[in-house]
Nanobody, 126 residues
């Protein structure tokens, strides 16, 4: 079992920034990939970003490239998402997800992740 706890969501004005955190505990592994997905009301869950724990390779969804940065702190087993230049289309519940031994082509698929956090709301509004 792996437990994931997100924090850092909130309300921000367009153009603003937020930083999300996800603390992982339990039976984690250095072959893990941790990812962020988001889901807006009435829409499917969409891939945002991911990072391989071993090596630190990062992946981003097209809509967030150049604005969001995913990172990790190995010692704390914590995932981060720095979100800049936020716009109203970024409004969603953001979920942290844990996957293991994922091949590159499967990283953006939410069905490939075994464990999920409870989600944190991000609202971008003036």
């Amino acid at each position: 079992q792996v437990q994931l706890v997100e924090s850092g969501g909130g309300k921000v004005q367009p153009g603003g920034s937020l930083r999300l955190s996800c603390a992982a505990s339990g039976r984690t592994s250095n072959t893990q990939t941790l990812a962020w997905f988001r889901q807006a009301p009435g829409k499917e869950r969409r891939f945002v970003a991911a990072i391989r724990w071993r090596g630190g390779t990062t992946y981003y969804g097209d809509s967030v490239k150049g604005r969001f940065t995913v990172s990790r702190d190995n010692a704390k087993n914590t995932l981060y998402l720095q979100m800049n230049s936020l716009n109203t289309e970024d409004t969603a519940v953001y979920y942290c997800a844990y996957g293991s031994n994922l091949i590159t082509s499967s990283i953006s698929g939410h069905a490939n992740y075994a464990y999920w956090g409870q989600g944190t709301q991000v609202t971008v509004s003036s």
